[in-house]
């Protein structure tokens, strides 16, 4: 999150999250974590850190914001995104996170199968695609002048 939480957060649970007195759902802290003071959001973002694959599987709703918040922190692997499309719509998210490697294969599996994936990282796969493709490529300008297309008269 940018900035500072609003003032009507008033759900404290930092010490009890803090000194590991309370327990609660990884759901739980997800769905409290919108009325929570920014000591609490502090806490209960590090434990979302392990439990996003649960949530991410859990669907429910729009989970951009959960990925920033472990993706900040975190290596994710790529394929964790696979069939969460819904959860996580186009926006920009995938470039301030930290993402596995897209590999060959992967941007292939991508591009074969868009609809699996989220808008995003169908870019991404577009762009490495891309980027191999041109690899090795010359300018048409140098081809241009090398081959004599446009004689001086």
């Known amino acids: 999150m940018s900035g500072k939480l609003s003032v009507g957060r008033d759900l404290n649970l930092h010490d009890p999250l803090r000194l590991k007195q309370a327990e609660f759902s990884a759901r739980t802290l997800w769905l409290g974590r919108v009325t929570a003071n ?13 439990a996003f694959g ?5 669907g429910i709703g729009d989970m951009r914001e959960l990925t920033r918040i472990v993706g900040s922190s975190k290596l994710i692997k790529f ?26 294969k992967v941007a292939d599996d991508v591009l074969t199968n ?12 577009v762009e490495e695609v ?22 001086e008269a």
């Open 38 to 50: 920014e000591g609490t959001v502090e806490q209960i973002d590090k434990r979302l850190v392990d």
């Open 54 to 58: 649960d949530l991410l599987a859990a």
């Open 130 to 151: 891309e980027e191999r493709m041109s690899a090795g490529l010359k300018p048409v300008g140098e081809v241009a002048t090398a081959s004599n297309w446009f004689p």
């Open 114 to 125: 868009p609809g699996d994936w989220p808008g995003d990282l169908v870019q991404r796969a």
């Open 79 to 104: 394929d964790t995104f696979r069939g969460h499309r819904a959860g996580l719509p186009v926006g920009g998210w995938a470039s301030n996170i930290k993402l596995g490697a897209m590999r060959a």
